[in-house]
Nanobody
Framework: QVQLVESGGGLVQPGGSLRLSCAAS????????MDWYRQAPGKQREFVAS???????NYADSVKGRFTISRDNAKKMVYLQMNSLKPEDTAVYYC?????????WGQGTQVTVSS
């Protein structure tokens, strides 16, 4: 059974930085693309970034140049470094993996960007 556990969220001022982490278990981590999504209050969940098993990355236009996704296959971890944060980045951030049959989600971590 796939388990994903996010951490690293919190309250940060505009222009600040946060690093989110996601620990995966129950899956051959190195074989799969890992994704970050986010969901703001009253909005649909949206794609943020992905990293393939060979570390090819893809980003939503809204975060390009500010966010960086990375992975450590040995530790079964995926990270999201978020810089130059804006109030519109406020959301619950979710780690996710699709194994070809089913998409699994973590419980999410809250990121609040406010002065």
């Amino acid at each position: 059974q796939v388990q994903l556990v996010e951490s690293g969220g919190g309250l940060v001022q505009p222009g600040g930085s946060l690093r989110l982490s996601c620990a995966a278990s129950g899956i051959d981590f190195s074989m799969y693309t890992m994704d970050w999504y986010r969901q703001a209050p009253g909005k649909q969940r949206e794609f943020v970034a992905s990293i393939s098993r060979i570390s090819f990355t893809n980003y939503a236009d809204s975060v390009k140049g500010r966010f960086t996704i990375s992975r450590d296959n040995a530790k079964k971890m995926v990270y999201l470094q978020m810089n130059s944060l804006k109030p519109e980045d406020t959301a619950v951030y979710y780690c996710s993996i699709f194994n070809g049959l089913k998409r699994s989600w973590g419980q999410g971590t809250q990121v609040t960007v406010s002065s």
